[in-house]
């Protein structure tokens, strides 16, 4: 097994549940459950050709190799440090032949890929407009929070190019955020064909969407049962210990 | 007080929490919880001028006198008898100084009605398609759940020219149309500023939408915490119980 270098204030962390070991930096952004519930949200497919736009760690790839058996999968990442660390866990994790990282701007996603190629882009990008709330705009954390180097519709517009027609994008975004959300997608033909909401708990409003549009689908939303994190007593409901596999 | 004449097949339904008598025809389309979780969504304050578009029985109205004292309600309604039926309503509640049915079509409204005047409309309009399902299209169940006379954009559309600037948009659909729904009022500038789900259990999908709207408001949505019908044992919950007075 090759080496793999560990940076300042980088760990390794093992996620049980998928077999898998991730380096993350604490410093920095780390995964949450909102990557987790992504992953398990998509219908992943033996054979898929995918991309990931804003993959941070590398944790959706990653994840996305437990549930089948992928053609490739591409992780898109614009900050180098961040893009780097993720390459690094691919090859902790000996996946090189199916993940690779690209450190490009998503916007740019077309002239690194092949267009209308892809079954499935999946997408957890920075959840906040560029102007909500203190930001330092240098700052990591900052640009995998907001709207700083990327839009929503550059994610939108950039996962409607690469998606073969009838392509799935699956995305996970604030509720705060679903009018932009809906229009945005309905605006470049990725029509919204399933939503999820995850609440804290179940008589908290959602603070967490899913959602799965299909490229060029007819107009046809469903909704899924929605997801509570939390019992009223604390603890993790059943349905996420089972994401979780505990 | 006035005699009110009952047609074949209709019957006087007491409201019992509102302290109303509602005519109802069990062969046409009856009220639902639908119109009373609206009415109750709603933020209705004295002094308020207001539009029911397709009031159908006249229950909106009449829920509305109940929880502030409106300067005047008009509830608009295409159906000739149904308009006649809730004329009726108005009369043996006798609230005809403050809500005033017309027979004619919303489309229509603003050769009737003051444009950019009103605090508050509100809307219970058909909920399916014109080609969802079967239909019978001349059959007075018929127009009131299919969009075959009006459709949501006429509904969107008659709501922004009647309000205010500022004034509020209320209605309540089905979750599946929400695509539709937020991209016209959007379009319309009515922005949506607040969406709750009804549920008919708290693991269930969700059934109902409400939604409110501000004309020309900012983009800024808030979610209400979900609404159960039933607890998992089938027993109404507190919530809906305390919103039907019990």
Known sequence: ??????????????????????????????????????????????????????????????????????????????????????????????????????????????????????????????????????????????VSRHEIKTSLEDVISSAKALLKPHGHFYMVHRPHRLVDILCICRKHRLEPKEIQFVHPKKNKKPNILLLHCTKYGKAELKFREPLYVYEDSGAYTKEILDIYGK
Chains 1, 2 share one sequence.
């Open 1 to 142: 097994m090759q080496e793999i270098i560990l940076k300042e204030n980088e760990r390794i962390e093992e996620i049980q549940f998928a077999k898998l070991k991730l380096i993350q930096n604490p410093k920095g952004f780390c995964y949450g459950i909102d990557a987790v519930l992504l992953a398990k949200f998509c219908k992943a497919k033996n054979g898929y050709r995918a991309v990931d736009l804003g993959t941070g760690s590398g944790i959706i790839p990653l994840l996305l190799c437990h549930s089948a058996k992928f053609c490739e999968i591409i992780g898109i990442e614009i900050q180098n440090e961040v893009a780097d660390m993720a390459k690094r866990s691919v090859r902790l994790n000996q996946l090189e032949d199916v993940i690779r990282i690209l450190n490009i701007d998503l916007k740019d996603s077309c002239n690194y890929l092949e267009m209308n190629a892809f079954d499935m882009v999946l997408s957890n990008p920075p959840y906040m407009a560029k102007d909500e709330g203190l930001q330092n705009l240098g700052n990591i954390k900052a």
